[in-house]
T-cell receptor
Framework: GQQVMQIPQYQHVQEGEDFTTYCNSS?????IQWYKQRPGGHPVFLIQ?????EVKKQKRLTFQFGEAKKNSSLHITATQTTDVGTYFC????????????FGKGTKLSVIP | EPEVTQTPSHQVTQMGQEVILRCVPI?????FYWYRQILGQKVEFLVS????????KSEIFDDQFSVERPDGSNFTLKIRSTKLEDSAMYFC????????????FGQGTRLTVV
């Protein structure tokens, strides 16, 4: 079945430093979504990428979808303490399946 | 802002007992999902539901699980005979469309099987 790998598992950064998490799928994806989960909270949708090579920005967050639609990244510029949480990528392979396959997530800690 | 609501927030049950987890999806959404997250692990798909029937399910969703939309607003997940390994956070989600659309997650029900 489809697998989505995500690295790193944990990332500790000093406030103001940049942060990147990477996601890699074993199969070509129809789309990829990114979610943020605060400690004790639920996944909250951040963005969806559909097109090959797509890049989207949300303020300090930059999302990329690879040309082959098998990998993706989330980059946060100048982290803030409010960025703390676990960031999950979730892929959908299409081909009649609509379930989201989540990566294991990257837990971000920001040291003030 | 519309949201998915889940009850209860925490459920403790004895092994072998039946539990029903309840969800009220966003009112104009048509597609409903259950996911689970074992503590500290990734979110795992269980089942999707549309037009009063299961549209897709994972291998986790075996015969002990069932879903139902008993009325126009509620969406339930029933676990017939709970096992210790069923302990997890169960998230309900809904979406407006099936394809290329965000899923809105509820706050979750933490199920503890003792």
């Amino acid at each position: 079945g489809q697998q989505v790998m995500q690295i790193p598992q944990y990332q500790h950064v000093q406030e103001g430093e940049d942060f990147t998490t990477y996601c890699n799928s074993s199969t070509t994806l129809s789309n990829i979504q990114w979610y943020k989960q605060r400690p004790g909270g639920h996944p909250v949708f951040l963005i969806q990428l559909v097109k090959s090579g797509e890049v989207k920005k949300q303020k300090r967050l930059t999302f990329q979808f690879g040309e082959a639609k098998k990998n993706s990244s989330l980059h946060i510029t100048a982290t803030q303490t409010t960025d703390v949480g676990t960031y999950f990528c979730a892929g959908n392979s299409g081909a009649g399946s609509y379930q989201l396959t989540f990566g294991k997530g990257t837990k971000l800690s920001v040291i003030p | 802002e519309p949201e998915v609501t889940q009850t209860p927030s925490h459920q403790v049950t004895q092994m072998g007992q039946e539990v029903i987890l309840r969800c009220v999806p966003i009112s104009n959404h048509l597609y409903f999902y259950w996911y689970r997250q074992i503590l500290g692990q990734k979110v795992e798909f269980l089942v999707s539901f549309y037009n009063n029937e299961i549209s897709e399910k994972s291998e986790i969703f075996d015969d002990q699980f069932s879903v139902e939309r008993p009325d126009g607003s509620n969406f339930t997940l029933k676990i017939r005979s709970t096992k210790l390994e069923d302990s997890a956070m169960y998230f309900c989600a809904s979406s407006l469309r099936l394809v290329n659309t965000e899923a809105f997650f509820g706050q979750g029900t933490r199920l503890t099987v003792v």
